[in-house]
């Protein structure tokens, strides 16, 4: 291999951010974190990923925790490290559109508070919800990667994938990033994938998978080989599973070849000593469902991301009718058909598994329908990779013109009528942002930190607690 050129691999550790949430429900608190990042930020990790997903939801709604205050206590422990976060496109971090004001004003504060790097995706990959977000990071000089967001079907060839780098380049991303949510990619589509990319675009690529199906750390094997430029690791104590491959294992296996990474493997044992003891503690509360942490081929088989699965069963069991799992298993593609066969990640996964759950409880398909079903068939969502089945549109919008247009070209600004709603509360201006993305949530949230702040009783923060238990 001595005559390769050198080309250490790129990690981004996902450790504070996708790895807990993939297996903890995203409960791991700041105090939980603020000890390790010293020694964190010594590795020489290409980026830690540590906000945006579900984090900012779960500080608000479980820990009592203000998602702004973390995002800045990492900001100053992380001297010499970027951080990154993940971004829903026009949807931010919520699970609908937003006009572009409030779009343009969180990737402002983001950027201001520490954020070096924004992952941006969109479910329906449809470009349009994407734009606004990437041109307000370029405007703040961050750094916007814009994300594929990965799945099968007969629409989504090389071609499709090539056509859509070609589309992110010009759309002004600095790097593009394969998001595969339900570990599909398998080693050798890996490596086909990557060489087809780095024939369409001069951008960096970076992949990001989840071990649900076993594959994944051969996938990234494969994937660095045909010349793919960072891959997302997480500290093994809270690595495979539903998470992403181990760090230091990647780091091993890379070891002495033209793509080692040259990180210390004692300096990261040191890392993973501080998370061992939070994965026993929530393997002992059963926070951690040892269920998460082994192969699920059914995967491959249905398409369906480790943490739909999980939902799937939850909504059956509050139905009392955990014994129809395998027919909504079978549904769930068949929706997926219905809706133009989006790839299923937040909030496309649980709208289309929600409706699987519904048709088959209620023994007839869309006799029951939720509002997202009507949305996304009402094109609110954006434009899907295939048309809808129009005899199922029908049945469900019924006369309704359904809308054509990019989404929150419909929506008018609202930062003004969040900073009226949110103003007796507000302490900082990312409050208003809290306030826009979750109302009910981030209002109990600062009733909270107000009694906090005041030295009211403790009957308040006990009541609270009480309403979100961690």
Known sequence: MADI???PVKIVETVLRDAHQSLLATRMTTEQMLPIVGKMDQVGYYAVECWGGATFDSCLRFLKEDPWMRLR????????TKLQML?????????????????????????????????IFDCLNDMRNLQTAVTACNKEKGHAQVALSYTLGDSYTLDYWKDIAKRIEDMGADSICIKDM????????????????????????????????????????KAVEAGCDIIDTAMSPLALGTSQPATEVMVETFR?????????????????????????????????NPKVLGVDIKTLQYQVPGGMLSNLVSQLKEAGQEDKYLQVLEEVPRVRADFG????????SQIVGTQAVLNVISGERYKMVTKETKKILMGEFGQTVKPFNPEVQKKIIGDETPITCRPADLIAPQLPQFEKECAQWKQQDEDVLSYAL??????EFFEYRAAQQTGVDSTLADKQNKTYPV
């Open 182 to 221: 339900a570990g599909l990619l398998t080693p050798y589509n890996a490596d086909e994938l990557v060489r087809a990319l780095k024939e369409s675009t001069k951008l960096p690529i970076d992949l990001h998978t989840h071990y649900t199906s076993g594959v994944a750390s051969m996938t990234y094997l």
């Open 341 to 348: 066969e989006p790839p299923l990640v937040t909030p496309s």
């Open 5 to 7: 050129e050198k080309k």
């Open 256 to 288: 002495g070849t033209p793509y080692d990474t040259g990180y210390d493997q004692n300096l990261l044992a040191e890392i993973a000593s501080h998370f061992q003891p939070i994965r026993d503690e929530a393997l002992k509360s059963g926070r951690l």
């Open 87 to 119: 971004f829903r496109g026009q949807n931010i971090l919520g699970y609908n559109h937003y006009a572009d004001d409030v779009v343009e004003y969180f990737v402002q504060k983001s950027i201001a508070n520490g954020i070096d790097i924004i992952r």
């Open 438 to 443: 979750f109302p009910s949530v981030a209002k």
């Open 73 to 80: 206590k990492l900001r100053d422990g992380f001297k010499n």
